[in-house]
């Protein structure tokens, strides 16, 4: 019995030794492959670090490509959100423009244009801006320098009165086809568009004004049927023909 006791003894004892002894030599080898590792690193002039245990086993911590992707996925990420905040700070300019307008809009002076000359329904009339200024000059302009830049609408061409003494502060257009509010409101648009502000005084009489140049409109409905003092105003008008007349 007391053999056996002894024989088992022996080979715990045994097989710790040996136990020990492999520890020992994993050790060795370990430190020797280190050493290696520093000598070879200290020659090329680079200092490797190896990762901790801790480093290498903390849960949740991504390494390599992994920390590549994470990080670009953040900046596309910032990125996203950065031109989402621009693009709705480009929405509530222009909100606020367009609230701005509106409220101007609806505190500027009701226009002048009545009449013949009022804005046709759906029409988007041009206020004032744009044209010629006057050179302040004492002189009246003419009918031509008044209207620099003008396009007459309406098919409106020019009728001669008097070919031997024109006159050149009194212009008269006309026109066949059509109605004497659609040629009024396009005209009043016209002037508009040059920087005149209009100033209905009747029906078919309206007045211009930018600066200090005053022109004065006229409409004439079946222009040749229109008399002044017994005779034709316009004796070359064509049938159911609009006339404008425009001094200055």
Not at 6 to 21: E, P
Not at 29 to 36: I, Q, V
Not at 164 to 174: G, S, T, W
Not at 196 to 224: G, I
């Amino acid at each position: 019995m007391l053999f056996y006791l002894w024989l088992l003894t022996s080979i715990v004892i045994l097989v710790r030794r040996m136990f020990v002894k492999r520890r020992d030599s994993d050790a060795a080898g370990a430190t020797a492959s280190n050493e290696a590792a520093a000598k070879t690193s200290k020659k090329t002039g680079t200092t490797e670090v190896e990762p901790t245990a801790s480093a290498r086993l903390r849960p949740g911590r991504p390494a390599g490509p992994e920390i590549e992707r994470s990080a670009r996925a953040d900046r596309v990420g910032r990125a996203r959100a950065d031109q989402d905040a621009g693009d709705d700070g480009s929405l509530v300019q222009a909100v606020i423009r367009e609230e701005i307008e509106r409220k101007r809009r609806e505190l500027d002076e009701p226009s002048g244009r009545a009449g013949l000359f009022a804005p046709l329904p759906g029409d988007d009339a041009t206020g004032p801006g744009g044209g010629e200024a006057s050179d302040g000059s004492a002189d009246r302009p003419t009918v031509a320098d008044a209207l620099t830049g003008i396009t007459l609408p309406c098919d409106l061409a020019p009728m001669i009165l008097d070919a031997l003494d024109p006159d050149p502060h009194r212009v008269v257009f006309v026109t066949v086809g059509f109605e004497a509010r659609i040629v009024g409101a396009k005209l009043a648009d016209e002037l508009e568009r040059l920087g005149y502000d209009l100033d209905a005084a009747s029906a078919t009489t309206a007045t211009a004004r930018r600066d200090d140049v005053l022109v004065t409109v006229e409409l004439f409905e079946d222009a040749d049927q229109v008399r002044e003092g017994g005779a034709r105003l316009f004796p070359s008008a064509p049938g159911g023909s609009v006339a404008v007349e425009i001094t200055t």
